[in-house]
């Protein structure tokens, strides 16, 4: 069964960092993307970034420039280090992982809150 369990969510202040984490367990095939997605209230689920196999990345216009995408292939985990933080940053971020076959995979979410 697969699993990804994510972790680094929390509050932090404007003009804070976090990091977030996302291991994946039980996945047979290799992963060739990996990507973050976000969810506020009210908002549909919106791709924040993703970085392909090779390390090729590509980021929302929002978060250019304090958002870096990062991945360890041997440990299937993806990173995204997250600077600058904005109030408009609050959401649920979701970890995103397609294997080669196609199989697609989510994590349960975790909550970050950007407030003073």
């Known amino acids: 069964q697969v699993h990804l369990v994510e972790s680094g969510g929390g509050l932090v202040q404007p003009g804070g960092s976090l990091r977030l984490s996302c291991a994946a367990s039980g996945i047979i095939f290799s992963i060739n993307f990996m990507g973050w997605y976000r969810q506020a209230p009210g908002r549909e689920r919106e791709l924040v970034a993703r970085?392909?196999?090779?390390?090729?990345?590509s980021y929302a216009d929002s978060v250019k420039g304090r958002f870096t995408i990062s991945r360890d292939n041997d440990k299937n985990t993806v990173y995204l280090q997250m600077n600058s933080l904005k109030p408009e940053d609050t959401a649920v971020y979701y970890c995103?992982?397609?294997?080669?076959?196609?199989?697609?995979?989510w994590g349960q979410g975790t909550q970050v809150t950007v407030s003073s």
């Open positions: 970085i392909g196999r090779g390390g090729s990345s």
């Open positions: 995103n992982m397609v294997a080669l076959n196609w199989a697609n995979y």
